[in-house]
């Protein structure tokens, strides 16, 4: 006890440090994934297939025109079948981006090299004045 006392300090120092490590994977790896407007210009310029890995009720109230709809625990049965080019790039949303970006962890097991996470998920998307269809 008369260690941590002492110490205080070097204490402090050495758990705020260790929490800006940990940040990044809490905020969900968000910074490795594609901006709004990058997205848009993936999907103009690339033909960018968009798949959404929300659940059916979450797609339903809104989503990227274009998006198909394959829930995170049905993506690896899926996957193959909506997507038969691997080739193209594939971008993944979902509400926040968190699931999105295990589904890039999928998706690249599965061959996709080009997967990527929409940053910030549907948040970001509406955050930029991008339209949402709704279904």
């Not at 940040?23 to 407007?37: D, E, F, N, T």
Request: proline share 4%; charged share 20%; with cysteine.
């Amino acid at each position: 006890m008369k260690f941590i006392l002492d110490n205080w300090m070097l204490i402090g120092v050495a758990l705020f440090s260790g929490s800006l490590l940990v940040w990044p994977m809490i905020q969900g790896a968000s910074g490795g994934g594609l901006s709004a407007a990058a997205a848009v210009q993936l999907i103009n310029r690339e033909k960018a297939v968009v798949i959404d890995v929300c659940e059916p009720e979450e797609y339903a109230r809104g989503h990227l025109g274009g998006a198909k709809n394959i829930p995170l625990n049905q993506l690896e049965e899926k996957l193959g079948a909506t997507v038969k080019n691997k080739a193209l790039p594939l971008i993944l949303v979902c509400q926040s981006g968190a699931r999105s970006s295990r589904a890039v962890a999928m998706a690249k097991k599965l061959g996709y090299e080009q997967a990527q996470s929409l940053s910030g998920g549907l948040a970001s998307w509406k955050a930029a004045n991008l339209p949402l269809d709704k279904s």
